[in-house]
């Protein structure tokens, strides 16, 4: 599958390897240029591009920078992407330490509804609470007791079954934890968040989340 990658840090690029050990056709970009990724590049086999050619084509976009970086994304980037591209956002609010104050979603806006209206494309939001070592750590054969599974919040049905049969392929098994307006469930705070747990514990967890977000995770 053809799949881009903005982002090339802790998330991006061990999705960068994870996913073109499993054969897939990677393109990856940062914010400074293709010229920055060789690296990256000859140890994956992944093209590195910039942040505006990466969708190109794509069945899959992942969108994984900081959160206040979102804005900055070069304007139509997704344009050329394959018709009902699935777009992953990993994204969390971390106000205090990195993104400053995003009033919206102070205001309750779930965090992948803003990413979402930013880059005017739906997003599936998953892998934001999932440490970027566990994507290559932790990935199992389907059936393994105890295996590790992560929520996956979307709204189009299509591009959410895209997005939890790669997780899958990854070696991770998935929970659909609803639309975006249910994916405060998942974001920083939350009892699900950084969880290495399986399936019954993801629903779990999640079924406890409360809505309000806590002093530490607010601007
Ligand atoms: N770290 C984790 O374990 C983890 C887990 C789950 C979710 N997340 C979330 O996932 C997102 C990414 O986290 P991360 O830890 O992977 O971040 P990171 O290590 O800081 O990497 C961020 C990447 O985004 C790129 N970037 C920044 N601005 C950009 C722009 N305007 N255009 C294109 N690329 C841009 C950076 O490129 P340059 O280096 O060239 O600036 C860098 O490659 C964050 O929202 C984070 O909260 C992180």
Redesign the pocket.
Known sequence: MKIGI????????NLTRRLTALGHEVAV?????PH?LTALAEETGAKPVH?SEAARGAQVVVV????K??P???AGFLDGAAEGAAVID?????PQQ?DGRIAAIEDGLPESRWTEQQIGHPVIKA???????DILDRGRPQGTPGRQALPVAGDDPRAKQAVRDLIDELGFDTVDSGGLDDSWRQQ?GTPVYGSQGDVDAIVKALSDASRERTAEWRA
Do not use: E, H, K, M
């Open positions: 903005i982002g090339a840090g802790n998330i991006g690029g970009a940062n914010s400074r240029g920055t942040a994984t920078v900081p959160l970086a979102v900055d994304l070069p990993t994204g969390n609010y971390y990195r892998f934001n609470g999932t440490y970027a070592q920083p």
